[in-house]
């Protein structure tokens, strides 16, 4: 069920974001997976990932209030709320809404590429940081220094398109001892990597990871809210 932002575009202001869609489903991935979620995705984002599924995301969209946000939020009536993209830190007043999330008692978090300084986010969000591997075509976009600010209620995710993805990302994990930081997420390019492979992987190596694969694409396919 998605709630589309209104017509009629305004003038961009501290306190307004362009919204791509408001909808409720279940959260797809991550720890909270299978969790009835409200997803707010916000539009615009400065990556080019071979395997992105959102490009709808890239452009488009409307200029809501964060006050007007929330009401679409509450409308929804979840008790979990994920803040999404595109990628939402690139816009400046995605940081004010997060922290109103966490105020009126919703259990939030932020899926981000990781590309962007995740420094001075509320504390009680839970931070979803991608660590984007060669495969996606964005590797050198990565900001090392998130994962200094990363902590237990965050998770680190790998998109896995190949073994040279694979190889690449256990290095990561061993390197930055990620795993004694915070939960890490291996999850497969939906069409580019057979889960079951990956599993097998995983498994092989004993890696102290969780594999995931995305739920909501098993249940609706490529379906835009949801």
């Not at 932002?5 to 720890?31: C, H, K, M, N, W």
């Not at 830190?89 to 259990?107: E, F, N, S, V």
């Amino acid at each position: 069920m998605s709630a589309q932002p209104a017509s009629g575009a305004q003038e961009a202001t501290d306190s307004r974001l362009r919204v791509t869609e408001i909808f409720y489903s279940l959260q797809g991935e991550s720890r909270s997976v299978g969790v009835p979620t409200v997803f707010v995705r916000l539009t615009g984002c400065p990556l080019r990932c071979g395997y992105c599924d959102t490009t709808y995301a890239f452009q488009g969209g409307e200029w809501y209030s964060i006050d007007a946000i929330l009401q679409q939020v509450r409308q929804l009536d979840a008790t979990h709320v994920t803040v999404t993209g595109g990628e939402p830190l690139a816009q400046k007043p995605c940081r004010a809404l997060l922290t109103k999330l966490c105020d009126q008692g919703y259990a939030v978090s932020l899926e981000t590429s990781g590309a962007l300084d995740i420094a001075g986010i509320d504390t009680r969000v839970s931070i979803v940081m991608d660590i984007k591997t060669p495969g996606s075509g964005e590797a050198e976009r990565n900001r090392w220094a998130n994962l200094e600010l990363l902590g237990s209620k965050d998770q680190v995710k790998f998109v896995i398109c190949d073994r040279a993805d694979y190889e690449w990302a256990r290095t990561v994990l061993a390197d930055y001892d990620l795993t004694a930081r915070s939960e890490v997420l291996f999850s497969p390019s939906h069409g580019h990597l057979d889960a079951r492979q990956l599993a097998e992987w995983i498994l092989e190596d004993h890696l102290g990871v969780r594999m995931q694969i995305q739920l909501h694409k098993l249940l609706w396919g490529e379906k835009p809210g949801r």
